[in-house]
């Protein structure tokens, strides 16, 4: 068994789709970066990624590379999960927490597992995703941008 774990950040800015756990969320802005800045799904990367020695989202999906301008994060993801697959490895759980004062994501949690869930092949009880405030504190509680951290566990399989 092996631990992984990932974080992420990204600004707001104005005139972008704000895409959270693979869910476009209702938001008057997104966040900033070459690819959808899906923060939660870019900690779960790292964390998958650096369970196995993967090195990270940066030197697996660079964004000097313009094929991934814009990517939805989920492709990325469907991504790692194929590289788990050719070394033989599984997923035994997820465990992520999203930094956020506005908006309020908890009724969009259960869409954001189910994606995650369909997308890397395991069961919606293998994911837990988390919201929390800062009590408008740092640049997650000035509204300026979102943070998110993940921790995997993840096994060898045996055939």
């Given at each position: 068994?092996?631990?992984g774990?990932?974080?992420?950040?990204?600004?707001?800015?104005?005139?972008?789709?704000?895409?959270?756990?693979?869910?476009?969320?209702?938001?008057?802005?997104?966040?900033?970066?070459?690819?959808?800045?899906?923060?939660?799904?870019?900690?779960?990367?790292?964390?998958?990624?650096g369970a196995v020695?993967?090195?990270?989202?940066?030197s697996?999906?660079p964004?000097?590379?313009?094929?991934?301008?814009?990517i939805?994060?989920?492709?990325?993801l469907?991504?790692?999960?194929?590289?788990?697959?050719?070394?033989?490895?599984?997923?035994?759980?997820i465990?992520?927490v999203?930094?956020?004062?506005?908006?309020k994501i908890?009724?969009?949690?259960?869409q954001?597992?189910e994606?995650?869930?369909?997308c890397?092949?395991?069961?919606?009880?293998?994911i837990?995703?988390?919201?929390t405030t800062?009590?408008?504190?740092?640049?997650e509680?000035?509204?300026?941008?979102?943070s998110?951290?993940?921790?995997?566990?993840?096994?060898?399989?045996?055939?």
């Open positions: 068994m092996r631990i774990l990932g974080f992420d950040v990204h600004a707001f800015e104005k005139n972008r789709e704000f895409w959270l756990g693979g869910v476009l969320i209702d938001h008057y802005q997104g966040l900033a970066g070459h690819s959808d800045a899906d923060v939660l799904i870019h900690s779960i990367c790292d964390a998958l990624l020695n993967l090195g990270d989202i940066g697996n999906f964004d000097s590379d313009q094929k991934y301008k814009d939805r994060s989920m492709v990325l469907k991504a790692v999960a194929e590289k788990y697959k050719n070394i033989g490895y599984k997923i035994v759980n465990d992520s999203v930094v956020i004062q506005k908006p908890a009724p969009y949690i259960p954001m597992k994606e995650i869930a369909k890397l092949g395991i069961d919606v009880n293998q837990s995703i988390k919201a800062t009590e408008h504190l740092g640049f509680g000035r509204e300026e941008g979102v998110a951290q993940a921790v995997v566990l993840v096994e060898k399989e045996f055939v």
